[in-house]
Every structure is written in C-alpha cells, then in structure tokens.
C-alpha cells in the first residue's frame, strides 16, 4: 500500500556492470531522498533533492550517480560498484526537505558480485 | 555521546504485555521527532510522530521529554503483529535542511 514505489525489487550486479535504480512518488511531495541499509543497521542517507535540485550528498563516492529527472522521479545510476555497495537501497519522500515525515519506498536489494 | 541512542534490545514479551522502549538524543535543537517500526526486509514504515504534549493513537503512547532529551513509545496489549524493530528518529535543522538521524533500532518480538 505505499505510495512510494521502486524498482528493481532485487539487482544482481557485477563490478563492471552499469544500472540504474528507479523511484517514483504520486503524492506530490517535493523532496526525495536515497537512503542505503545494510543488515541490522539503521538507514544512511545518501542524496536529498528538494525541488528536483541536488541539496544534500553525504559524500557519496563517485561510482554513485543521482539523477531527478522530474518532481515524481528519482534515479540512482550504478557503475563500477564493489562488493561493499551490497545493501537494502531506500528512497524515500516527503512534502518538503524540512524534517517533516518521509514515505519510504519498499527499497532495491541490491548484490555486488 | 551518539546523536540518537536506542537499547537495541531485543525485547521478548507475550502477547497482552506493555511494553516501553525509550530513546535519548544529544542535540538539544532537535526539533521533530517520529517512531517507525520496520519488519525484517521491508522498509521502515512511519508508526507516529511524537509532539512535546504526548500523543496516543490506538494501543501506542508517545512522549517527548526536551528537558531529559528522551523520547518513549508505549505499546499496550502486544500483539503478535507488533513484533518489529522501532526506529527512533530525530530531526536535526540545517539552514533550510532538516535530515532524519536513526537510531539504531529496538527489536521486539511478542510471543503467543
């Protein structure tokens, strides 16, 4: 039932290899957020748009790459990826990037080979 | 001193039990607070935000204390569904920024 929804629900990835994983939001909110989790760890932010701007990247490395194409969509290009970057990858969406309630998504698990 | 500390748990009740997971958080500028409960891979799901004159919602009881910097969720009569890991969150403001900072989680598993 969220409103939230991402896409792939599982990726399985080799280190060469270059996808991207999609969001998308049908409640008009206007900030988005990528959040990455690993097991039995609380989410870490990664990237927050706010009206489709780059506002906040929580020095993410490079072989990540976010992308907004629109207020409903958010992006978030793989390349080059280690087998580290394997985790529950979330994103989620609020009315505005000021600390009000964020939705979150079902997420992509993710797995680096 | 974590921004935001939880005991991680886990907390094993039976059904019908109260339970009562606190959370302390070490900004005093904190602003917003929220609980989520999320099951095991699944994403956290928002359960209720928390507001310095309490809220209640159903079974759940929240309570915000600024001056001790803690933040408390009580859960009356469990039940079998409410065994999830509960994510005490903060809001931190930054200019016109404000970011969620997680605690790491408190797990609860009622038994029948």
């Known amino acids: 039932d969220t409103e939230v929804t991402q896409t792939p629900k599982h990726l399985v990835m080799g280190m060469t290899n270059k996808k991207s994983l999609k969001c998308e939001q049908h409640?008009?909110?206007?900030?988005m957020y990528w959040y990455k989790q690993k097991a039995k760890k609380p989410p870490e932010l990664m990237f927050v748009?706010?009206?489709?701007?780059?506002?906040i990247n929580e020095s993410v490395p490079s072989r990540f790459s976010p992308e907004c194409p629109n207020s409903s969509l958010l992006n978030l290009h793989l390349h080059a990826l280690q087998p580290e970057d394997s985790a529950l990858y979330l994103c989620?969406?609020?009315?505005?990037?000021?600390?009000?309630?964020?939705?979150f998504g079902p997420g992509t698990r993710l797995t680096v080979t | 001193r974590k921004e935001v500390e939880q005991d991680p748990g886990p907390f094993n009740v039976p059904e019908g039990a109260t339970v009562a997971f606190n959370c302390t958080y070490s900004?005093?500028?904190?602003?917003?607070f929220f609980w989520y409960r999320q099951d095991c891979r699944k994403e956290p799901k928002l359960l209720m935000s928390?507001?310095?004159s309490g809220n209640e919602d159903g079974r759940f009881t929240a309570q915000l204390n600024r001056a001790s910097q803690y933040i408390s969720l009580l859960i009356r009569d469990s039940k079998l569904s409410d065994s999830a890991t509960y994510l005490c969150?903060?809001?931190?403001?930054?200019?016109?920024?404000?970011?969620?900072?997680f605690g790491k989680g408190t797990k609860l598993s009622v038994k029948p």
């Open positions: 989620a969406s609020s009315s505005q990037a000021s600390g009000v309630e964020q939705y």
């Open positions: 409640m008009g909110h206007r900030a």
């Open positions: 748009y706010s009206y489709e701007k780059l506002s």
């Open positions: 900004n005093s500028a904190s602003q917003s």
């Open positions: 928390v507001y310095s």
């Open positions: 969150v903060v809001v931190n403001y930054g200019g016109s920024q404000g970011n969620l900072i």
